[in-house]
């Protein structure tokens, strides 16, 4: 971790209570407006395989909990502001439980490992009172005699994925030591968690914040508010936090080939593999300009990087995505918008919500609502005594912070995808798909990095295959002419029946065709041909459905223009397209003031007579003699 020497140095302050730093101020804000369940919940299960003295692991804890004061935190309010409460001691205990047995007579019942996979994604659902505490609970499950699992689960607001790995680790040093019958010999901490919330506060009080305001502010002007996604269900008012989690492991061929893709292109792992999920996005939502938060350490200072606290920041990166661009082009952007980000990484989220004041909604998050991250977080002890230490499997939780939140982590030169999505919004076969179509997506990037974006594919063939042939229904026979005549032989059929309605105005079959018959005769004496079209200028209305039937009447093909558009739109359409008649609404008409060819009033157009209405034949014509 490189620390920036234009930071000033975080100092001790005097204890024990403190102000809260910006993000935690944020999640006391959350806590209290919402019921977020354990969607604030920072967990790290792990697999502990030898004999385990659970007398020694308890020592180690009160070592660990003594030695980081965030573990010792709660929350309250002083004067009007949200400050932390730094107790001098915390008895934290280890919770110790063991793999519910199998149900009696159970024949195909859950083994011990799913049981226990169920169990510990339970104790990961407990939820904290950040005004009682402890904000740390740990679990000790036996599975059996030298088979247990370890559960360290924190409240985000005291916590982070790096902190959890900094816990584990100072916990196994301390097992590890006293096993071996030493003190622990830990490194010093220099300061604590909350030395560094008053120095971020006056460190931001400064001309800091504005030249980091700056940069955000450029960098998301004119940005969307809202990543929109094609959603199962409705969205609903209020943000649930309900969710589910789905894992997708990427074969290791295709892992090896993303990082030799990667260093051959100069760019990290993490840069590919966000240009690649830009891609995904913007397929899948149909947008061009995507805005994606990714969390960081931020832990820019060497006083800061043994500390437990929560000291991780989301970035928001901004990704315009150009179907006609090649992927190795859209890299370079990903690259050096990456890179600046970084560079500009201090101002807390929670300041640049205050700075760009997006629309506020309890619906979703602001700024973004789908989160990407490469987990490279440290959580492997040197030694944990005698015991083997391995990653623990668990039950994904019934929680989500955001719309759709992937992580991406490396396990034995595998690459696993963990997809976190909101329940209310999406099914899991979904989530399932996109899974499937982002390792797609991968594979065609490193067959070919030079690829256009618009023809990679982000859809499994599997899937391709279900759309086209299973969910498709057979087509069905065309029937015989063109929209007018298909028209015409309905109005025969039912002539009296309701073919229109619109503002309290009712047209029978019979009657909406005597007026687009009308409209066709007059169109054809306007000078109207089959090689150019007839621009239609109208209000919603019967009249506008006349008026194209009316042209298709007369055999011609018609343009629509929207009236809403600027006069200068509309004169630039009329001229690009070459059309010589225009059909327009009275009220209309000086919005096309410019057009030089035939313009048709359709108020003027009267209701034809048997005389003037077109003959039946296989292509429309107008009699000549109306």
């Not at 009080?205 to 990543?227: D, I, S």
Request: proline share 7%; with cysteine; aromatic share 8%.
């Amino acid at each position: 971790m490189n620390a920036r020497p234009d930071l000033p140095p975080a100092a001790p302050v005097e204890r024990y209570v403190f102000p809260a730093s910006f993000a935690q101020q944020r999640l006391w804000f959350i806590e209290q407006l919402e019921s977020t369940g354990a969607a604030w919940n920072v967990r790290l299960p792990v697999r502990l395989a030898g004999p385990l003295d659970v007398r020694l692991l308890e020592a180690a804890l009160d070592i660990v909990v003594a030695r980081h004061e965030s573990l010792r935190t709660t929350f309250g309010m002083r004067g009007g502001e949200i400050v932390q409460h730094v107790a001098s001691s915390v008895q934290v205990p280890l919770e110790r439980l063991t793999v519910p047995p199998a149900a009696t007579g159970a024949v195909n019942g859950p083994g011990r490992e799913e049981r226990l996979r169920q169990l510990l994604g339970e104790l990961a659902g407990h939820t904290f009172d950040l005004h009682e505490g402890p904000l740390l609970r740990v679990f000790l499950v036996e599975v059996a005699a030298d088979d247990h699992a370890l559960l360290l689960l924190a409240h985000h607001i005291v916590s982070d994925a790096w902190s959890s790995g900094i816990l584990f680790r100072d916990l196994a040093a301390a097992y590890d030591a006293l096993t071996r019958g030493g003190s622990p010999r830990l490194p010093g901490l220099p300061v604590q968690y909350a030395d560094f919330a008053v120095w971020q506060r006056d460190w931001l009080a400064g001309p800091e914040l504005a030249r980091q305001a700056y940069f955000w502010r450029a960098h998301l002007k004119g940005a969307p508010t809202l990543l929109d996604l094609p959603l199962d269900h409705p969205r609903p008012r209020l943000q649930t936090w309900r969710g589910s989690r789905l894992s997708h492991g990427l074969p290791p061929e295709l892992t090896a080939r993303l990082k030799e893709v990667a260093a051959a292109e100069g760019v990290t792992l993490f840069m590919l593999l966000f240009a690649a999920f830009n891609v995904l996005l913007s397929r899948w939502s149909g947008q061009r300009d995507i805005v994606v938060g990714t969390p960081i350490a931020g832990r820019r200072r060497t006083e800061l990087e043994g500390l437990v606290g929560f000291f991780a920041n989301t970035l928001a990166l901004r990704t315009r995505v150009d179907p006609a661009a090649t992927f190795r082009q859209l890299l370079r952007q990903v690259r050096a918008t990456s890179l600046e980000a970084f560079a500009h990484q201090d101002l807390p989220f929670e300041k640049l919500v205050e700075v760009l004041q997006p629309p506020r909604s309890l619906a979703h998050s602001p700024v973004f609502q789908v989160l990407f991250v490469l987990q490279n977080t440290p959580w492997e002890a040197d030694r944990f005594g005698d015991l083997r230490v391995s990653p623990a499997e668990m039950a994904p939780g019934d929680t989500a912070r955001f719309d759709l939140g992937v992580s991406a982590a490396e396990f034995e030169g595998q690459l696993w995808l963990g997809l976190e999505y909101a329940t209310d919004l999406f099914d899991a076969g979904t989530i399932a798909r996109l899974a499937t179509g982002f390792e797609t997506l991968l594979a065609a990037i490193v067959a070919g990095p030079a690829a256009v974006i618009g023809s990679v594919p982000v859809q499994a063939q599997a899937d391709l295959e279900r759309q086209l042939h299973t969910w498709q229904p057979a087509p069905s026979a065309v029937p015989a002419g063109g929209p007018w005549e298909l028209f015409a032989d309905q109005a025969r059929r039912t002539p009296d029946a309701i073919a229109a309605e619109c503002d309290g105005q009712r047209l029978t079959y019979a009657e909406l065709a005597a007026r687009a018959a009308a409209i066709a005769v007059r169109l054809r004496a306007a000078g109207m041909t089959g090689d150019a079209p007839v621009a239609l200028c109208l209000e919603r209305s019967t009249d506008m459905l006349a008026g194209l039937l009316g042209v298709l009447c007369a055999g011609g093909h018609y343009l629509p223009l929207d009236p809403t558009h600027p006069p200068a739109r509309l004169g630039f359409v009329l001229r690009d397209s070459g059309a010589r008649v225009l059909l327009v609404s009275a009220g209309l008409a000086g919005r096309v003031a410019g057009f030089r060819g035939e313009v048709v009033d359709i108020s003027t157009v009267g209701v034809a007579t048997a005389a003037t209405r077109p003959p039946r034949e296989s292509s429309p014509r107008v009699s000549s003699g109306g």
